[in-house]
C-alpha cells in the first residue's frame, strides 16, 4: 500500500536548520510530485512547497522562500525539505503528501496519500 513517512523534526533556536526526509513506499516516487504542507495549532493546513515529478521544478509558499529547499531522490524514494533560518513562526507539524488529483501544487484537495506529520518546534 502507498505510505508517506516523515522523519528529521524537532526543536531548534531560531536560526537554526532542519531536515525532513519524506520516504515513500508502495509506489514509483520518480512519477509524482511530492508536496510538504504545515500546520500549527489553531490555523489551518498551509502549503510549503512541492517538487514535480519530471525535471524537478520546484514551488515555495512566499514565507519559506529564500530560505528552505526541497529535493528528491528517486533512487532512495525519498523527497527532503531543507529548512534553515528557522523562525518561531515555522513552528508546526509537517506533512508531506503526494500529488494525485490535479496541478494545484498549494491546494491540499489536490493530494491523495499523506504522511503522519513530524514536529518542529522553533523556540528560545
Known amino acids: 500500500q502507498v505510505q508517506l513517512v516523515e522523519s528529521g523534526g524537532g526543536s531548534v533556536q531560531p536560526g537554526g536548520s532542519l531536515r525532513l526526509s519524506c520516504a515513500a513506499s508502495g509506489f514509483t516516487l520518480k512519477y509524482y510530485a511530492i508536496g510538504w504542507f504545515r500546520q500549527a495549532p489553531g490555523k489551518e493546513r498551509e502549503a510549503v512547497s512541492c517538487i514535480t515529478a519530471d525535471v524537478g521544478v520546484t514551488y515555495y509558499a512566499d514565507s519559506v522562500k529564500g530560505r528552505f529547499t526541497i529535493s528528491r531522490d528517486n533512487a532512495e524514494n525519498t523527497v527532503y525539505l531543507q529548512m534553515n533560518s528557522l523562525k518561531p513562526e515555522d513552528t508546526a507539524v509537517y506533512y508531506c503528501?503526494?500529488?494525485?488529483?490535479?496541478?494545484?501544487?498549494?491546494?491540499?484537495?489536490?493530494?491523495?496519500?499523506w504522511g503522519q506529520g513530524t514536529q518542529v518546534t522553533v523556540s528560545s
Open positions: 503528501a503526494r500529488l494525485t488529483y490535479g496541478p494545484n501544487w498549494d491546494d491540499w484537495r489536490d493530494y491523495d496519500h
